[in-house]
């Protein structure tokens, strides 16, 4: 596992899944929790991978008007998704519990930023 994903597995027992992603929304380092599996299949999983990087395609149409996209959060039932944008189109992916805090979210988008 890449530093990253061991930081943020460190910071909270509820971060479930950490991944850089390309620009095609493909995993280009990071992976799942030890000991845990994903909630869907893995073809669902991917499909979430993709759907993360179309999002990301989607919010820089309107930067020059709003400015640029910090993350962006999806709560459902069973899984909070946070997407954080990065330099040279990546995109870092974390899922965690549903109950993990929003008050947490300012520490990780440190963790984000403070690995480049």
Known sequence: ???LA???FGFDSRIRYVAVLDAFGRTVEGGMRPGLSSLEPKEEADKVDVQVALIRGMTEGA???LGSTNYVILHREK???MAFPRKGGKTV???A???????RVPTLIEMV???G
């Open 1 to 3: 596992m890449n530093s």
């Open 6 to 8: 061991d930081l943020m």
């Open 63 to 65: 930067s020059e008007y």
């Open 79 to 81: 899984l909070m998704l």
């Open 93 to 95: 992916l974390i899922t």
């Open 97 to 103: 519990e549903p109950d993990f805090p929003l008050e």
């Open 113 to 115: 930023e403070s690995t």
